[in-house]
């Protein structure tokens, strides 16, 4: 009994969990306090030739980030040459008036770094990232592609072959069928259309039409350029000068791009995956033809509705009734406004049942007043999450990048937090119900012999091939 | 929605369970002496390293690895654990045990949910993962830095008193074969990549794939994952990695809060090295029925990663492999244009290190070509000097990839969780990666003709149906 007793109390003394956990394991633990954070100062200047420069610190960085934006598009395409712009945007790297196509590769290699060139509706980025001790080699690099770009036509060749095989391929992603389907729908009589073409109309493009689309958009006072990383902005202005002070302004000759327009009609779209596995479903509409600060209760709403798996849709369709694999909403922002996209992944019976809880989540957050706790969770989220995003130095130097372009400037930068932070409830229930009140267009892809039922349930859904050409409509399963 | 509190059907494992319950006085005298051993032991003390980042380690009285590196960029940290087990551990009939285990650690702890560690993170804006190797499995998150004690919380409940029901071996094993299955059906030359590990690794631990073997991983009993979590998820075969923005003082109180009073483990026994076993020259064919264009594998033997050859290694490895200015790429992407796509680099499993080439030719005649060009381009390293303007381009790329990972606290995190287990000492870290750095071009056209020979090759055909 008394060895029991020393047992027990030896083992009390040595060992709290014995007997039991120790009570702070039993519960999550309070958060500490919380840091207050600011962004780095953004800091720009405009040089003589109407270029901007900025640059955003990030002292212990070992590499540069630079990020160059052309603020011309796919949008500026002409109607008959669809992918002028990214042809035009990918032959810079391949040659200049001095440098072959893999000396280029070779130099920024030799840099330590990685060259990307994206274009979109509305820009043209060039992404690249090099170790700190190369400013000079990379700026004098971009200076040549920039200032002295050979345009080959034996490059022009290979660059339209590769891009045709890229578009030729994405024609087996069901995420990039729908997502391109639904656009076409709500850039419809808008130049973002242009950004939406099939592999087949690049051939139309010739050495000619990219050296006209070169001189007349790849202008100084139509670009930005920020700098991340060890670097301040004297340093980078005097720099950036040396090497691209003989890139000549000329007001750049193009339109203004018109807002986006919500789209008034439902439409429903479908087209046909053989073989997909699962279906997948775009729904959207543009909601603002403005970057206005609805944007900020409208980036709450998001969250509280999709914007993550603890989200109402994810939780909802996932979780409690597991009719699809992921859902989720997000917010496209472009210069002419800004479109609201819902996806999801359903298995193919779910898919009317999935619709249906979709639109009565969209319903709700229109028809119900949002819980303030649910609205202070979203908020927190965001603003917790921020930093997070925005660790990789790309990151943070892009959003610079497109902070300037656009012209968004402390809004979206600095004021940020303090942005999200300051929305009251009833601002997102006033924003929710004005911007929601349009409907959300449809488009699903996958195998129309899995989903025949569905058919036979929607009144009228336009069937498409993955060109995007309309086959036909089904009109309560009657093809018409 | 999320309960704080455990099931009542749950079956937890906590290391002191057992002992609790069981009326044997032997075992109450060996868990006292135990409990004194622990009490004796102390902190090690802390060491400081400056370089390639400044961190600090040391270990907590049950033999948990503890590496602290501050950084106050953003107000965020990062936390990985890693234990020191993978595959490798694995015995036959268990294939996938590790892989099981590794889902397992998400399905439940005795105050965590299922899935709700996944949840804790996402609602703080948080992200999380694991991925799991040969030797090694490493569980990891960033999160805001106020979020670190829920973290700790997180992780030491899963170290402790991870839950091993049937129901959560089953959902388990449900995910994994999902997981396999799905690859399996979906992944071209798969199979062909597997069929390759056989020939060049003859040896059961080295050969059999991560995520494991469907048989299996169906077979495997509650009792055998126990086992194994009970024997290499514990302390003193751990590390815990914190990067970001923390209070120094603070966060080794938190860590020892949660960590200290978890009993350490028995001490895992070092992996033998087992002979390569290889013989070569060896050449096969397969056919991938989802493949849509023919392949090659090709390896070549090479030398320890502890010998003083392995640094030149990773430098030819750059010189063959690595960028779109690669010998290879540029021969045969771009310059003659034979191959769609090709893949290579360094592989080291159990003290073996292969060079691993994949190549998917544009068509059969082509996969001859294609091995013909390799071979060529192998055959200058053997016979001329590399020239210095290309040894120095593929010593930088091999540096940027390097600092590439201290670019993230996330990355920093993994990559001092890696170190750990394959240094004897962290304080050798900065000397071990720069040590590619001093190759010569002499060193390279020595270590070609000696290991780049026809007993150190395999190759694998892979046809279309």
Redesign the interface.
């Known amino acids: 009994m008394r060895r029991g007793l020393f047992l027990f109390v030896i083992s009390i003394l040595f060992f709290p969990g014995l007997n039991g956990q120790e009570k702070f394991r039993r519960l999550p633990p309070y958060p500490e306090p919380m840091k207050e954070w600011r962004l780095p100062s953004l800091e720009s200047a405009t040089l003589a030739n109407g270029l901007t420069v900025a640059v955003v610190p990030r002292p212990h960085s070992p590499f540069l980030s630079l990020q160059l934006i052309i603020t011309a598009g796919e949008s500026e395409s002409p109607e008959n040459l669809p992918g002028l712009a990214t042809l035009t945007a990918k032959l810079l790297s391949r040659g200049t008036l001095l440098l072959s196509g893999a000396e280029i590769e070779d130099k920024i290699e030799a840099m330590g770094g990685e060259l990307n060139i994206i274009t979109s509706f509305d820009r043209t980025l060039f992404s690249f990232r090099f170790l700190e001790d190369y400013l000079d080699d990379a700026l004098s690099l971009l200076s040549q592609m920039i200032l002295q770009p050979a345009f080959a036509s034996a490059e022009l060749d290979s660059v339209r072959r590769s891009l045709f095989y890229e578009l030729l391929e994405k024609k087996e992603n069901a995420d990039f069928l729908a997502q391109r389907q639904l656009l076409r729908w709500l850039f419809q009589g808008h130049p973002y259309q242009q950004g939406l073409f099939n592999e087949d109309l690049l051939r139309r493009v010739s050495r000619r039409d990219v050296l006209s689309f070169y001189d007349r958009h790849y202008r100084p006072e139509n670009s930005v350029l920020v700098l991340g990383g060890n670097v301040n902005l004297s340093q980078a202005s005097r720099k950036v000068s040396h090497y691209l002070n003989t890139w000549k302004r000329e007001e750049a000759n193009h339109t203004s791009t018109p807002p986006l327009a919500s789209k008034e009609e439902r439409l429903i779209g479908f087209i046909d995956l053989p073989r997909a596995k699962e279906i997948t479903l775009v729904m959207g509409n543009v909601l603002s033809s403005r970057l206005t600060n609805d944007i900020f209760p409208f980036l709450v709403l998001n969250q509280v509705f999709g914007g993550s798996p603890h989200s109402r849709l994810f939780m909802n369709l996932r979780e409690t009734r597991q009719l699809a694999y992921i859902a989720f909403s997000e917010i496209e922002i472009f210069k002419s406004g800004w479109v609201f996209l819902v996806q999801a992944k359903l298995p193919p019976p779910a898919l009317s049942a999935g619709l249906k809880e979709i639109e009565r989540e969209l319903n709700r957050l229109v028809q119900e007043k949002l819980p303030a706790a649910e609205i202070e969770q979203a908020k927190s989220f965001l603003i917790e999450s921020f930093p997070l995003d925005l660790e990789p130095l790309e990151a943070l130097t892009r959003r610079a990048a497109e902070v300037l372009a656009f012209h968004l400037e402390e809004d979206h930068w600095n004021r940020w937090v303090e942005n999200v932070l300051n929305i009251e409830a009833n601002r997102v229930t006033e924003v929710a119900a004005r911007l929601l009140s349009v409907p959300l267009s449809v488009v699903i892809v996958g195998d129309s012999r899995q989903i025949g039922d569905f058919f036979q349930q929607v009144d009228q859904i336009k069937v498409y091939d993955r060109n995007g050409k309309l086959l036909y409509t089904i009109s309560k399963g009657e093809e018409k | 929605?999320f309960s704080?509190?455990p099931r009542k059907d749950m079956i937890f494992y906590c290391p002191?369970k057992g002992s609790?319950h069981s009326k044997q006085p032997g075992l109450?005298l060996a868990?006292?002496l135990l409990?004194?051993f622990?009490?004796l032991q102390a902190q090690t003390e802390e060491k400081s390293v400056a370089s390639p980042f400044p961190f600090v380690y040391y270990q907590l009285k049950n033999g948990l690895g503890v590496i602290l590196s501050e950084?106050d960029?953003?107000?965020?940290v990062s936390i990985a654990i890693a234990y020191g087990v993978g595959s490798l551990r694995e015995k036959p009939g268990q294939a996938g045990l590790a892989y099981l285990l590794e889902n397992l650690m998400f399905q439940g702890s005795?105050?965590v949910g299922p899935m709700q560690h996944?949840?804790?993170i996402?609602?703080?804006?948080?992200?999380s993962n694991a991925q799991l190797s040969e030797n090694l499995t490493l569980f990891f998150q960033?999160?805001?830095?106020?979020?670190?004690?829920?973290v700790l919380?997180?992780e030491?409940?899963r170290m402790?008193?991870l839950v091993i029901s049937e129901d959560h071996l089953e959902s388990s094993k449900m995910t994994v074969l999902d997981e396999i299955r799905r690859r399996r059906f979906n992944e071209p030359f798969l199979d062909s990549f597997l069929l390759f590990d056989q020939m060049i690794y003859p040896d059961f631990s080295r050969q059999h794939p991560v995520t494991g073997y469907e048989e299996d991983i169906q077979g495997l009993r509650a009792e055998e994952v126990r086992e194994f979590y009970r024997t290499y998820y514990v302390p003193s075969n751990a590390v815990l990695c914190l990067v970001g923005?923390f209070n120094r003082k603070?966060a080794k109180e938190l860590i020892e809060?949660?960590f200290e009073?978890i009993p350490g483990g028995k001490e895992v026994p070092p992996l033998a090295e087992l002979p390569s076993g290889f013989k070569g020259p060896l050449s096969r064919v397969s056919v991938d029925p989802l493949a849509s264009a023919p392949a090659v594998h090709l390896a070549y033997r090479l030398t320890s990663p502890n010998s003083a050859d392995y640094p030149i290694f990773k430098i030819i490895d750059y010189l063959l492999t690595k960028?779109?200015?690669s010998w290879l790429v540029?021969r045969l992407l771009?310059r003659e244009k034979i191959a769609v796509r090709f893949e290579g680099g360094l592989e080291t499993r159990l003290g073996v290190t292969w060079l691993r080439l994949f190549i998917v030719a544009n068509n059969e005649v082509m996969v001859e070509r294609c091995l013909r060009a390799v071979e060529a381009e192998i055959s200058r390293l053997k016979t001329a000097l590399v020239p210095e303007e290309e040894l120095?381009?593929a010593k930088?790329?091999y540096?940027?990839?390097l600092?590439?990972r201290?670019?993230?606290?996330l990355d920093r995190a993994i990559f001092l969780a890696e170190n750990y287990f394959s240094l004897s000492s962290l304080e050798e870290i900065a000397q071990i990666i720069e040590k590619p750095l001093k190759t010569q071009a002499s060193d390279i056209v020595g270590l070609a003709n000696r290991y780049f020979i026809d007993d150190n090759r395999a190759i694998l055909k892979v046809r279309i149906k």
């Not at chain 2, 201290?406 to 606290?409: D, E, L, N």
């Open positions: 929605m704080f509190f002191m609790c109450w868990l006292f409990v004194c622990s009490w950084d960029t953003l107000p965020i005795l105050n996944f949840s804790y996402s609602r703080v804006g948080g992200r960033s999160v805001p830095s106020h979020q670190l004690p829920l919380w997180l030491s409940d402790m008193s923005d603070r809060k949660y009073s960028g779109k200015s540029r771009q120095g381009l930088t790329k540096l940027a990839d600092r590439l201290f670019t993230s606290t």
